[in-house]
């Protein structure tokens, strides 16, 4: 009965895990924020993302550490980056192109991986609940808000770090330059190469983060494709934000939200075809698209290579 999505018990599991499952979107699509802010549109954050995923979870199914995994995840989205970067930067690569080679590699490779180091599904203890002191305790808004594992807390925390980062900070207004008007902060001394390079590659470690966080410390599995799409919506946040970590913060709870809600309707068995329930998501991505696309102001030199003149 769909009367009973609206119990206070299932109101407050739908919030809480809305919380929670916002933790990829998060991390990838602030990553993806700074990328796209510095001028370089990254499309391979699916496929980082699944690369990160099985290289903290092969690592730390191996270790027995949680945290090894984690840096194995993003040294892991160092290297994509690093290599996204020299494509576009050095290359000059068509950016749509060479992202979605990097996600068909990362898909690819992820999978080889999976067979071949692993044959099966296995799972791993992953990051356990920190109930925070007091907050924890208010009834309905401790269970919501302050009783998450410690990469959830982390990823709301990198959206005031962001926001802090890129309004408040040298750095911040040097992203912010090269996207805009790379030839105006080349003429000030700012090395744009170096600026995108730092952009890239630290969307590429928010990226193996992101998958670091689905499957060592929401799903504590790997399994192939477990991203299902995750990376692009991750994109399309940053659209939806309008480039602003508020903006995507809203954006991923959203998003985060309503899967929660498919998964709760499939959990209570409510008679909606499941296959519509896990549409919802990706048919959301569409209409905020559709929505926001046009009314929006990209970074000027999104997309667009630079060379330097001499």
């Known amino acids: 009965m769909i009367s009973e999505l609206f119990t206070v018990t299932v109101l407050i599991g739908i919030l809480s895990s809305g919380i929670r499952l916002a933790t990829p979107y998060l991390y990838a699509a602030i990553g993806e924020t700074f ?19 099985f290289a903290a979870f092969y690592v730390a199914m191996n270790t027995g550490s949680l945290w090894l995994g984690v840096l194995a995840a993003m040294i892991v989205g160092v290297a994509m980056g690093l290599a996204m970067a020299f494509a576009t930067v050095n290359l000059h690569a068509e ?20 067979q071949k180091m692993m044959g099966t599904v296995r799972t791993v203890d992953g990051f356990q ?7 924890s305790k208010i009834p309905g808004i401790g269970e ?45 001394g700012v090395s744009v190469a170096r600026v995108r390079y730092f952009a890239i590659i630290f969307g590429g470690m928010m990226s193996g983060l992101a998958g670091a966080s689905l499957s060592i410390a ?9 991203t299902s799409g995750l990376g692009f919506i991750a994109v399309a946040l940053v659209y939806f934000g309008a480039w602003r970590p508020g903006g995507v913060l809203v954006g991923a709870l959203l998003f985060s939200m309503v899967n929660s809600l498919q998964l709760w309707i499939q959990v209570l068995g409510i008679s909606i075809p499941s296959e519509l329930a896990v549409m919802m998501p990706y048919v959301l991505t569409i209409l905020v698209l559709i929505a926001t696309v046009s009314k929006v102001i990209a970074p000027t030199a999104l997309t667009k290579p630079f060379e330097r003149e001499e």
């Not at 510095?38 to 499309?43: A, K, R």
């Not at 954050?45 to 995923?53: N, R, S, T």
């Not at 609940?129 to 907050?135: D, G, T």
């Open 95 to 114: 950016q749509g192109i060479s992202g979605i080679g990097f996600y068909l590699f990362g898909l690819g490779m992820s999978d080889l991986l999976f």
């Open 218 to 226: 929401l799903l504590n599995v790997f399994q192939q494709n477990m």
């Open 35 to 53: 990328s796209q802010r510095s001028g370089v549109l990254n499309l391979g954050v699916e496929g980082q993302m699944l690369l990160g995923a």
């Open 144 to 188: 919501i808000f302050f009783n998450h594992n410690i990469l959830v807390y982390g990823s709301y925390f990198l959206v005031l770090l962001a926001w802090f980062v890129l309004n408040k900070t040298t750095l911040g207004l040097k992203i912010r330059a090269v996207g805009e008007n790379p030839d105006a902060a080349d003429s000030l």
């Open 129 to 135: 609940k920190i109930a925070i002191p007091f907050l």
